[in-house]
């Protein structure tokens, strides 16, 4: 089995700062790519960014020069660093990941989310 495990959300002012982080563990011998989506209240689950083992990265537009990605593969962990805060990035953010696992093949799997408030 795989879990993820996301931490780091809390309430925070607009203009602060919030650091989340995600661990996988279980039997994980690779991840390929990691990702972290958010929902707000009563909208759709949405990519705000992904990072793949080669370390390429990308943004959706809304947190491009706010928010930075990054992984440290040999704690199985990505981060979402995110700055300058608005209420609108209020949400539940979930980590996922393509995981290489007991059955040799990558399958996706999903964190329990962790809230995210930012106050105006």
């Known amino acids: 089995q795989v879990q993820l495990v996301e931490s780091g959300g809390g309430l925070v002012q607009a203009g602060g700062s919030l650091r989340l982080s995600c661990v996988a563990s279980g039997t994980v011998f690779s991840i390929k790519a990691m990702r972290w989506y958010r929902q707000a209240p009563g909208k759709e689950r949405n990519l705000v960014a992904y990072i793949y083992n080669d370390d390429g990265a990308d943004y959706v537009d809304s947190v491009k020069g706010r928010f930075t990605i990054s992984r440290d593969d040999a704690k199985n962990t990505v981060y979402l660093q995110m700055n300058s805060l608005k209420p609108e990035d209020t949400a539940i953010y979930y980590c996922?990941?393509?995981?290489?696992?007991?059955?040799?093949?990558?399958?996706?799997?999903w964190g329990q989310g962790t809230q995210v408030t930012v106050s105006s």
């Open positions: 996922n990941a393509e995981v290489l696992d007991w059955t040799s093949r990558f399958r996706d799997y």
